[in-house]
């Protein structure tokens, strides 16, 4: 479920994640991205995100340890046709270098300019934006030419925001909104090894600022699984413009409906019905690590440990 208040000590199948979060959310659902798992003890959760990305534009980040299916729920929240998703994977490095950073946020936003070019016309013609991005200026850098500098970069963010109108002119469009994804944002941190990258980080992180709080433009959703990475975005803003979510596992009932009525069936390993709790001790509460359990009992001929 989505807990709304004080946030200090989140169980997740023996990992604890600590913190002080006064607005925090705890958002509590499955591990992997299979359909069955998706649906899933998901309903409730799905219907909270959904509200709360359709709301004002925020800035969003959320939290939890690896396997907890951060993405996978964002990704498909996000995919439903209610919203136009930009994801960005932070995972393979693209925020360590300004040509990384022009390459990845250019590549991933130049569809959506594309797709939408007439309707931005209309929106320059009545006034909503005052600019129009175009295949050149979103196009990426080639090797050879002048290097990609914190400048460029710079001019890049200033010129999709101006593009983009406020969120409410989207619906008279009947175009799902934009929203901008990040897995894995505490990448970042790589670009303060230098003094030119704390500068630019600073600008990218006030960019987003500046399209959600303030001009109202698109919602900005980062994920990472460093616990300490919400208090790392609010020290460098100074002010907390970031609202945080922190996501576990199931809750002890959810793990025992999941693994009686979805993994045992599965794996048609009737003899372990009703040994839950000896399972839980071993597994914690984690889905996959449940399945994983499961699926190893049943490759070992029925050996519990």
């Not at 919203?83 to 490095?93: D, H, K, L, S, Y």
């Not at 009545?126 to 295949?135: L, P």
């Not at 413009?241 to 999941?258: F, N, W």
Request: charged fraction near 25%; hydrophobic fraction near 35%; aromatic fraction near 12%.
């Amino acid at each position: 479920m989505l807990i709304f208040g004080l946030t200090k000590r989140l169980p997740t199948g023996g990992i604890c994640i600590s913190n002080t979060l006064r607005t925090g959310r705890v958002a509590r659902y499955t591990t992997q991205a299979t359909r069955e798992k998706i649906i899933f003890n998901r309903k409730r959760e799905l219907v909270k995100f959904k509200n709360a990305f359709s709301a004002e534009p925020e800035l969003h980040v959320v939290l939890g340890p690896p396997s907890t299916g951060k993405t996978a729920l964002i990704r498909e929240v996000t995919s439903r046709g209610d919203f136009n998703p930009i994801f960005i994977n932070c995972r393979g490095g693209q925020f360590d270098t300004p040509k990384m950073i022009y390459d990845s946020i250019s590549s991933q936003f130049a569809p959506f300019f594309k797709k939408y070019t007439d309707i931005f016309k209309k929106l320059f013609e009545r006034g909503e934006i005052n600019y129009i991005m175009n295949d050149i200026q979103l196009k990426i850098k080639p090797f050879g030419g002048d290097p990609i500098t914190s400048n460029n970069v710079r001019k890049l963010l200033d010129g999709i925001g101006n593009a983009l109108p406020n969120w409410t002119h989207w619906d008279g469009y009947k175009v799902p909104p934009p929203i901008l994804v990040i897995n894995e944002a505490n990448m970042f941190s790589q670009l303060g090894h230098s003094e030119e990258g704390k500068i630019l980080l600073k600008s990218i992180l006030n960019w987003m600022v500046v399209n959600t709080k303030e001009m109202g433009r698109f919602h900005v959703v980062l994920t990472s699984s460093d616990s300490f990475f919400f208090n790392w975005i609010v020290n460098l803003l100074h002010i907390p413009h970031a609202t945080p979510y922190v996501v576990g596992d199931l809750s002890k009932e959810e793990a025992k409906e999941y693994f009686e009525k979805h993994v045992l069936p599965r794996y048609e390993c009737k003899e372990l019905e009703g040994k839950f709790d000896r399972v839980c001790r071993i597994t914690g509460t984690r889905m996959l690590i449940i399945d994983r359990y499961v699926k190893e009992y049943k490759n070992y001929d029925g050996k519990l440990e």
